[in-house]
């Protein structure tokens, strides 16, 4: 049995319809801009081309085409005062590490911004995820694989089903389940009394996205609903996220690492990413389990010096050769051996720059093997465990 064996998947439906959806993509992007340069909606035909491109992709996705944001203040205005260190370089660099894009300001803006949405359907995200990332470099134009967070929109009015609400009088009652790590959110809207029930909960969960983007809509928020009379204790629905940041702080926000003992093999040390969620890595598909045995051990057969510090940084140039193309779940050491739990984009060519690297190991003969899947089958039941002991 080969040692390393490599799992190419076969050109598959999703990566027709993306490839047949940029192909087509130069006669659909005149119609789409000239309805947002004019402000109405996309013509019939134009509209019905654009909506059949994308459901092949996935018959869940939608679309949504706009003007792109208005650029705010310039990225590196927001460096601010760097007082008595702005003429060290590191605490300049320190502070531009900080900003998303700090050049970002130095290129041109789009002017139109081409979103799908998934909803709740993971499948469907995944699908986007691969579109936006075969998207061609198109001057004026930004695609975007879910709807983002828009707190701009919030203070606006909104059109739904023929009823305009001002968005600015919303305000949100919060209910936080830290054993589900899910938020319960009431919105309410003193506008909600004269509307019927489905307008009055399109509302809600329209408010909800506005401020925490789709994503981590999916992550967090475990039911909507509308209120009809005024919360006890009112919140901006911009205050959402920083509930969803300490939620996520309170569940581990990072790494959680786990110890025992297994009969005849001695200690057990597990450590996973925690709260990991689909939508955290939506183009990883491809898992990939990598086995390092190593030389140095204590009594309980736990790594010890100098072959601790040669795992750490082993798995740290895995990681590092990944980069956005695979990222590390979860790993295991018992009995002389430390598993790795990775998952990788299939579609990155990354595999065999990983087998490469896996290889190079010198404390054994290392091991890997890769197989699709999408489901996260693995990692669930490996999660499984640590769920139970953690009460969740």
Do not use: N
Request: hydrophobic letters at 40%; a negative charge.
């Amino acid at each position: 049995m080969a040692l390393f064996r490599r799992r190419r998947s076969p050109q598959s439906e999703y990566a027709v319809a993306v490839d047949e959806f940029w192909a087509a993509w130069p006669e659909l992007r005149g119609p789409l801009a000239a309805a947002v340069d004019a402000g109405t909606p996309v013509a019939g035909a134009a509209a019905d081309r654009l909506t059949e491109r994308v459901t092949r992709i996935h018959p869940a996705l939608t679309w949504e085409v706009a003007p792109a944001p208005e650029p705010g203040p310039g990225p590196l205005d927001d460096l601010g005062d760097l007082g008595d260190g702005s003429d060290d370089p590191d605490v300049l660099m320190a502070r531009m590490a900080e900003l998303d894009d700090p050049l970002a300001s130095l290129g041109g803006s789009p002017a139109y911004t081409l979103t799908l949405s998934a909803g709740r359907d993971d499948d469907a995200r995944v699908l986007a995820e691969r579109w936006v990332r075969a998207a061609p470099d198109e001057p004026g134009w930004r695609f975007r694989p879910a709807v983002p967070a828009d707190h701009d929109r919030l203070g606006r009015p909104y059109t739904w089903d023929g009823h305009e609400l001002d968005l600015a009088h919303c305000t949100v009652a919060l209910r936080v389940d830290q054993r589900q790590g899910r938020i319960e959110a009431g919105v309410y809207h003193p506008d909600f009394m004269f509307l019927p029930e489905d307008a009055r909960a399109g509302v809600a969960e329209h408010v909800v996205m506005l401020a925490l983007g789709e994503d981590d809509y999916v992550r967090w928020i475990g039911a909507v609903a509308p209120l009809v009379e005024k919360p006890l204790d009112p919140l901006p629905p911009t205050s959402i996220p920083a509930v969803v940041h300490q939620l996520g702080g309170a569940l581990g926000g990072g790494w959680v690492t786990l110890q025992g003992r297994v009969p005849l093999r001695g200690a057990i040390r597990i450590a996973v990413r925690r709260p990991l969620h689909r939508r955290d890595f939506p183009a990883l598909s491809l898992y990939v389990h990598v086995v390092l045995p190593y030389t140095h051990a204590d009594d309980d057969r736990l790594p010890a010096e100098p072959s601790a510090s040669a795992l750490e940084a082993f798995t740290e140039r895995l990681r590092d050769l990944l980069g956005d193309d695979g990222a590390l779940f979860a790993h295991q050491t018992v009995g002389g051996q430390r598993r790795l739990h990775f998952y990788l984009d299939p579609d990155s060519g990354v595999l065999p720059e990983l087998e490469e690297a896996v290889r190079s190991w010198s404390e054994g003969r290392a091991a890997l093997q890769s197989r699709l899947d999408p489901e996260w089958t693995v990692i669930t039941q490996v999660l499984r465990p640590i769920e139970r002991q953690l009460g969740q």
